[in-house]
């Protein structure tokens, strides 16, 4: 039998039809991650970090996976290029996207790699995140 981990992801759409963008994701994530066990309701944030008219759609789904964490970093990125995610944000400069999707917790484990860091590092400052998270943490 596999081992199955309990991950938190946060998902985030600014561009399009953002409630059926996060709906999409969930889909996806159910298909190529693993089944999707809670989701929270959806909330509307300000841009965080950059300049933009376009408000967000944010929400926060609880998994369950086989995949190691950094096959869960592959699937998410595969997930944010199928839904026609053009470029990841890098070295803190942020761009509208419509589809956002990061790794928040996975299990209990700490991982802090140049391309992962377990639990996400900027959580905490994030309401968008801890609001969704903590309407269904256990």
């Known amino acids: 039998m596999t081992d199955t981990h309990t991950v938190y992801l946060g998902l985030g759409s600014n561009l399009g039809d953002k409630a059926a963008n996060i709906t999409l994701a969930v889909q996806h994530i159910e298909e190529q991650i693993g089944h999707v066990v809670r989701q929270s309701a959806l909330y509307v944030s300000e841009p965080w970090g950059f300049e933009s008219e376009n408000n967000f759609v944010n929400a926060v789904v609880r998994c369950e996976t086989a995949l190691s964490p950094h096959k869960l970093l592959r699937a998410t990125q595969r997930i944010e290029r199928q839904m026609g ?12 996207r419509i589809i956002d999707i990061d790794i928040l917790l996975y299990d209990d484990l700490t991982i802090d ?7 996400h590092p900027l959580m905490q400052q994030r309401d968008f995140v801890m609001i969704p998270l903590g309407e269904i943490q256990d």
């Not at 995610?85 to 509208?96: I, N, P």
């Not at 790699?113 to 639990?119: E, N, R």
């Open 113 to 119: 790699t140049p391309t992962l860091k377990i639990p």
């Open 85 to 96: 995610r053009k470029q990841k944000s890098l070295d803190g400069v942020y761009h509208d």
